[in-house]
C-alpha cells in the first residue's frame, strides 16, 4: 500500500504570495491532518478534515485555510505569505477520525521558504 | 491538552537497550499514550500505543507506571536508524476531532557505534 504523498516537496515563494500544499492520504484512509513544524515552535496541529468536512482546527491565522475532497485527497492553502511562515508542513492521514487506539501515518512534508 | 514531560536528550550505544522516560501527571482515564518517532528530514512515523498495560510489538516495549502518571519506551537493542526524537503524547479516547496530535519538544536520542 502506498503511503502519504505530499506535493510539492519544496517550494520558494515570496512575501505577501499565496501557496496551495497537496496531500493524498493512504488508500481507505478518510480522516487528513495538517502539521506545521519550524525549529522555534515545534509540530504544531493546523486542522483535520474527515469526509470533506472540517473535525479541529489549531490555533492558526485566518490566512490557513485547507479543504477535503471527495476521494479523500486534501490541501491546504496560506494567503499573504510572511517571512514567519517557513516550515515544514506536513500531512498526516488515518483511517477514522477517532482518538485513542487511531494511528496517523506522516508524509514526508513540504518545505516552504518565504523570502 | 494534557502535557508530557520528556528529557530533552539521551545518548546510548549500539546495540544496547535504550529507555526513554516520559512523565504525564495530568493524565485522565479515557487518555492513551502513544509515542512516535521523527527520523532525520521524515515526517514522525507510529511507535507504539498503550493504556494501562505493558504493549510489546516490534520496533519497541511500552511499559506504563500503575498510576498511569508515567511511562518508558523501550528499545531492546538499538541501532544506528533508532536515532531520532521521541514523542510521548497522550490522546483522548472516542472524541470527536482527537486527530489533533499535541507534541512536545521530544527527546533527541543519539545512538553510539
Known amino acids: 500500500k502506498a503511503g502519504v504523498t505530499q506535493t510539492p516537496r519544496y517550494l520558494i515563494k515570496t512575501r505577501g504570495q499565496q501557496v496551495t500544499l497537496s496531500c493524498s492520504p493512504i488508500?481507505?484512509?478518510?480522516?487528513v491532518s495538517w502539521y506545521q513544524q519550524t525549529p522555534g515552535q515545534g509540530l504544531q496541529f493546523l486542522f483535520e478534515?474527515?469526509?470533506?468536512?472540517?473535525?479541529n482546527k489549531g490555533n492558526f491565522p485566518g490566512r490557513f485555510s485547507g479543504r477535503q475532497f471527495s476521494n479523500s485527497r486534501s490541501e491546504m492553502n496560506v494567503s499573504t505569505l510572511e517571512l514567519g511562515d517557513s516550515a515544514l508542513y506536513l500531512c498526516?492521514?488515518?483511517?477514522?477520525?477517532?482518538?485513542?487506539?487511531?494511528?496517523?501515518?506522516f508524509g514526508p512534508g513540504t518545505r516552504l521558504t518565504v523570502l | 491538552d494534557a502535557k508530557t514531560t520528556q528529557p530533552n536528550s539521551m545518548e546510548s550505544n549500539e546495540e544496547e537497550p535504550v529507555h526513554l522516560p516520559c512523565n504525564h501527571s495530568?493524565?485522565?482515564?479515557?487518555?492513551?499514550i502513544h509515542w512516535y518517532r521523527q527520523l532525520p528530514s521524515q515526517g514522525p512515523e507510529y511507535v507504539i500505543h498503550?493504556?494501562?498495560s505493558n504493549v510489546n510489538n516490534r520496533m519497541a516495549s511500552l511499559a506504563i507506571a500503575e498510576d498511569r502518571k508515567s511511562s518508558t519506551l523501550i528499545l531492546h537493542r538499538a541501532t544506528l536508524r533508532d536515532a531520532a526524537v521521541y514523542y510521548c503524547?497522550?490522546?483522548?479516547?472516542?472524541?470527536?476531532?482527537?486527530?489533533?496530535?499535541?507534541f512536545g519538544q521530544g527527546t533527541r536520542l543519539t545512538i553510539n557505534p
Open positions: 498526516a492521514s488515518s483511517l477514522t477520525s477517532g482518538g485513542g487506539t487511531d494511528t496517523q501515518y
Open positions: 488508500s481507505g484512509h478518510r480522516s
Open positions: 478534515y474527515f469526509s470533506e468536512t472540517q473535525r
Open positions: 495530568t493524565i485522565s482515564g479515557t487518555d492513551y
Open positions: 498503550g493504556l494501562t
Open positions: 503524547i497522550l490522546r483522548p479516547w472516542g472524541i470527536q476531532g482527537a486527530q489533533k496530535l499535541v
